[in-house]
């Protein structure tokens, strides 16, 4: 077996495995990043549409999802929007926003690839695709970590994983990392998909399925979380971006509230003085707010017996707290991120590292911290990646 020593290996040739070894090799340590796949950043290539969102102006620790909602603070604030924001103008890629802070490429997300591997370049780092790891393995006497690919042996005092989550598993997502993290006895918060489409059953199914296609923009709520986006009805169930964030802190066998028209009385013209008041009415009234086809679905479930003004609150106060009870969510084939994953109780929140083994670090989506839908988890790899390559 062929021996290959370095400073720093690195799991994963992904946003936040790409960062921290930039960061570490620019410190002038020996990278070596080994990825299964045959390319590099196959995650960032299909974000954001192929333009890659690729980090929000907004960021804020309130953006993400965490057992420990202060954990992301420290590697957040020492590397901003602004840091990446600067690295992608040095290399002259063109950008704009989108909506809510959302920064996209004006061209495509291989643009942001591409000036990952030259600052890897640059800095000497080596990038070993088509590169399957076997078994990590540590040394008690030493304390290095030698990662076993079969034919060849690497040997390196840190170890930074970075191989991702569960999500969408057709570009090559595994739980190795959270393999890693067991085999030293690390904890785990359970894993679950994140932003991701919820599915409805039953009732629920029957109610909605024919309106496949149809969006609207909604406020929707689960607990103390709301979302003011377009939702997006599906032949499964709900999609569309404010069903997606509002997956992340969703759990069965919660019920989510859809506000269908926020700050707009639906039924305000049936209270107009010698209005008319019926179904018809209210049929023309939701019509010029909403979809047709789901005003008159709305209309058909909760029709009152009766237009009294009484009977027009209950509605109105329904049509702005629709109660949907989903019976699950798409899985990760579908899912943007996986929710949980490497417990930051096991880490450092300004290097990464595990408190209990020295040398150890993970970045990226295997630890539980998940962004909002909107550019927020590639922020949290650029920030955390770089945690850990500044540290090494």
């Known amino acids: ?188 918060e359970t894993c679950r998909p994140a932003l991701v489409p919820l599915t409805l059953s039953g009732t629920e199914r029957a109610h909605f399925a024919d309106l496949a296609g149809v969006s609207a923009p909604v406020i929707a709520t689960c607990g103390k979380r709301s979302f003011r986006e377009k939702m997006l009805f599906t032949h499964r169930g709900l999609s569309g971006p404010a069903i997606l964030q509002i997956s992340s802190y969703w759990k069965l066998p919660e019920a989510i509230r859809i506000d269908w028209s926020p700050e707009r009385r639906l039924l305000a013209p049936l209270r107009a003085a010698h209005a008319r008041r019926d179904l018809a009415a209210a ?35 329904r049509l702005h707290s629709w109660t949907i009870a989903p019976s699950g969510t798409e899985g990760y084939e579908k899912a943007e991120v996986t929710a949980g994953g490497v417990s930051t109780s096991a880490l450092s929140a300004q290097t990464m590292e595990c408190r209990s083994i020295r040398g150890l670090h993970f970045v990226g989506e295997v630890v539980d911290v998940t962004g909002q839908l909107g550019g927020f988890n590639f922020q949290w790899a650029w920030a955390s990646g770089a945690a850990a390559g500044r540290a090494v």
């Open 1 to 188: 077996m062929n021996q290959h020593r370095f400073d720093v290996l690195i799991l994963g040739a992904g946003a936040a495995g790409l960062m921290a070894a930039i960061e570490a090799a620019r410190r002038g340590r020996r990278v070596a990043v080994l990825e299964r796949a045959e390319r590099p950043g196959k995650k960032i290539l299909i974000s954001g549409g192929g333009r890659a969102n690729f980090t929000n102006l907004h960021t804020r620790p309130d953006n993400f999802l965490s057992a420990n909602p202060h954990f992301a603070k420290s590697a957040l604030a020492r590397y901003t929007p602004a840091d990446f924001i600067r690295l992608v103008e040095r290399h002259g890629i063109a950008y704009h926003e989108k909506t809510l802070g959302q920064l996209f490429c004006d061209g495509s997300a291989q643009q942001i690839v591409d000036l990952l591997m030259s600052e890897c370049a640059d800095a000497g780092v080596r990038v070993l695709l088509s590169t399957a790891v076997r078994a990590v393995r540590r040394n008690d006497s030493s304390g290095a970590f030698t990662v076993d690919t079969g034919k060849d042996a690497y040997t390196a005092p840190a170890l930074i994983v970075a191989t991702g989550g569960l999500s969408i598993p057709k570009i090559g997502a595994t739980g190795f990392g959270y393999d890693i993290a067991r085999q030293f006895g690390i904890p785990i």
């Open 283 to 317: 049929k023309v009234a939701l019509r010029t707010q909403l979809p047709v086809r789901l005003a008159d679905r709305l209309l058909e479930t909760a029709s009152p017996r009766s237009w009294t003004n009484h009977a027009l609150d209950e509605l109105e106060h």
